[in-house]
């Protein structure tokens, strides 16, 4: 169950029989992982419940905490799209270098919506103690339930939208401009995304103000309106932004490389230090540890992975 949690059903089938000589059926190994899943999620709700009722003291956490949410589109057996939200916590610290660093990220999930995940976190923020916790900064886009997300846990954290996420918007309206016949410097969106991050968003949105209305169209006037309306959450020079970012891609980054070659699927990972999903090799690897063991395991391990651009690489056989 716990393999089928990790993987696709049938990598956990296959794994499964590698290292312990165990077969399963496809099905088998489906049903057992959903009825685990039902059991975890119905401890969870009871957990939820409990803390909404009795109001139990918060316990103690790290002094300062960063908090994302973010959504994400799944495909479903049956055709279906649906968006999983995520909350990820983490704690914010210094390293060796005196440089913004983030430690012990951990995440929650739900297929719910807005108004229900944010009750159902309450089970994970309690768990690491946000609401002790003297500084909390709220690092992710600007879509409005995130906001509410916010609100709901620790309404006083200060928010930062997510460096990355501003860029996308600023390098549209340069996109659109080029688009629409303006002619801006080769470096254009270097210098005023060094300027943003630098100097914080005062003169780059009067910049963008400037350029929206030399070359007036619908889709320049949303960015701009879009990023406008959250300046307060652009204030980067103070708040270590980019830094932050981090972890509004922590849970959903997943460094996972499928291709199709040779009509085989090579899969890419950068090991379990990075990834909730580790690739094949990966696995096994932390399966069965680093002693010797029966049946040349370590042996197929060596020749199905190989290393490509310092990364681990599985192709399936």
């Not at 944010?118 to 909390?136: M, S």
């Not at 954290?157 to 309206?173: G, K, P, Q, S, T």
């Not at 499928?258 to 932390?286: D, F, L, N, V, Y």
Request: proline letters at 4%; charged letters at 20%; a positive charge.
């Amino acid at each position: 169950m716990r393999l089928a949690s990790w993987m696709p059903f049938a990598s956990a089938q296959e794994l499964l029989q590698d290292l312990l000589g165990v077969q399963v059926s496809l099905a088998t190994a489906r049903r057992a992982t959903l009825v685990s899943g039902q059991a975890a999620l119905w401890v969870c709700e009871r957990e939820v419940e409990r803390l909404q009722q009795e109001a139990p003291q918060v316990p103690g956490g790290a002094d300062k905490q960063a908090m994302s949410g973010d959504g994400a589109f799944v495909h479903l057996v049956g055709g279906e799209w649906v968006e999983v939200k995520t909350l990820t916590i983490a704690e914010v610290a210094l390293n060796a270098h005196g440089e913004v660093g983030l430690e012990q990220i951990s995440s929650f999930s739900r297929l719910a919506d807005a108004e229900r995940f944010a009750e159902a976190a309450l089970a994970e923020t309690h768990r690491r103690g946000l609401d002790q916790a003297t500084a909390v900064c709220a690092v992710q886009d600007g879509a409005p339930w995130l906001q509410g997300l916010v609100d709901y846990h620790r309404a006083d954290a200060v928010r930062i939208l997510d460096f990355a996420h501003a860029a996308e918007y600023v390098n549209d309206i340069g996109q659109a401009v080029q688009g629409a016949g303006g002619r801006l410097p080769a470096r254009w969106l270097e210098g005023v995304l060094h300027r943003l991050k630098h100097q914080g968003p005062e003169r780059v949105l009067k910049h963008l103000s400037w350029l929206a209305a030399r070359y007036p169209s619908p889709p320049i006037q949303e960015k701009l309106s879009y990023l406008q309306k959250r300046e307060a959450h652009m204030q980067y020079p103070t708040r270590s932004g980019q830094q932050a970012g981090r972890l509004a891609r922590a849970a959903w980054k997943v460094p996972i490389r499928w291709s199709w070659k040779h009509g085989s699927k090579e899969q890419a990972c950068a090991g379990r230090a990075r990834t909730s999903i580790p690739c094949w090799c990966c696995a096994m690897r932390s399966a069965i540890g680093a002693g010797p063991r029966r049946g040349g395991q370590r042996e197929l391990i060596n020749e199905r992975c190989a290393p490509v651009g310092g990364k681990q690489t599985a192709t399936s056989g």
